[in-house]
């Protein structure tokens, strides 16, 4: 059984910056291609960024290119997403997601439907 708890969410005015973190625990974290989705109020659960279990390949919306960065650490089970440069339109709950990968799988995933893990979600508000 896989559990992804997130943190790091919070308050933060526009133009700020915050770090969500996602730990896994129950399985060998390094066999996880991992993404991190939101969702706003009102609106569709979107895509923001994910990672290949190698790390060595990463994928990102269009609307958070060069704000932010999405990193992993296995020794500590943990997939990171900087944001730098928030705007209010990123005011949404933030979702870490997982999949088991083989080892010839090395890519990042922007589909939510290939991922069968997900936490519960943090919230992040930027306010203007």
């Known amino acids: 059984q896989v559990q992804l708890v997130e943190s790091g969410g919070g308050l933060v005015q526009a133009g700020g910056s915050l770090r969500l973190s996602c730990k896994l625990s129950?399985?060998?974290?390094?066999?996880?291609?991992l993404g991190w989705f939101r969702q706003a109020p009102g609106k569709d659960r979107e895509f923001v960024a994910a990672i290949s279990r190698s790390g060595g390949s990463t994928a990102y919306d269009d609307s958070v290119k060069g704000r932010f960065t999405i990193s992993r650490n296995n020794a500590i089970n943990t997939v990171y997403l900087q944001m730098n440069s928030l705007k209010p339109e990123d005011t949404a709950v933030f979702y870490c997601?997982?999949?088991?990968?083989?080892?010839?799988?090395?890519?990042?995933?922007?589909?939510?439907?290939?991922?069968?893990?997900w936490g519960q979600g943090t919230q992040v508000t930027v306010s203007s």
């Open positions: 129950g399985r060998a974290f390094s066999e996880y291609a």
């Open positions: 997601a997982a999949v088991r990968r083989e080892p010839y799988m090395d890519y990042a995933s922007g589909l939510d439907f290939q991922y069968n893990n």
